[in-house]
């Protein structure tokens, strides 16, 4: 990360649901318009990443999440702008994601994220998400192929 920069703390949300996560596409007027991101946002002074994840996500969708688990930290400096991005997998919620912030939102795949331009920070996440589906989907095609040598007895 540069020097040059303040480093600030977001947390941000894989949101899952029927085997798809939530991406969001940034509204008009803000930076980086257009580009896609997962859901969060800064972690305010004495907030926990877990709280301010909560506190986003009911900010930004109207959704509580109930079910979350840690995925991975990264660090990405922008331009003008350095973050340290703690990124969480939503399992469950309560409500039902709603733009309230008016951002075009969209479940896609692991394997539609790809296609989607999202943010540089998000974009590495984004394919490891699609890499992880994809060996999930080999080894289902691999064990299905294996043969149950108990089979007979």
Known sequence: ????????????????????YLGVRRPEGKAMAGAYEFPGGKIESGETPPVALAR??????GIT???????R????S????????????????????LPLEGQHMEW??????????????DRDIVDALALEERCCVLR???LKDVVNPLKNF
């Open 78 to 97: 922008y331009e003008h702008l350095s973050v340290r991005l703690h990124f969480f997998h939503v399992h469950a919620f309560d409500g039902e994601p």
């Open 108 to 121: 896609l795949t692991p394997q539609e994220g790809r296609m989607r331009p999202f943010l540089e920070a």
């Open 140 to 142: 289902r095609t691999a």
């Open 1 to 20: 990360m540069s020097a040059d920069h303040k480093v600030v703390d977001v947390v941000a949300a894989v949101i899952w649901q029927a085997g798809r």
């Open 73 to 76: 930290e990264k660090a990405h």
């Open 65 to 71: 999440p109930t079910a979350i688990a840690f995925f």
């Open 56 to 61: 986003e996500l009911r900010e930004e969708l």
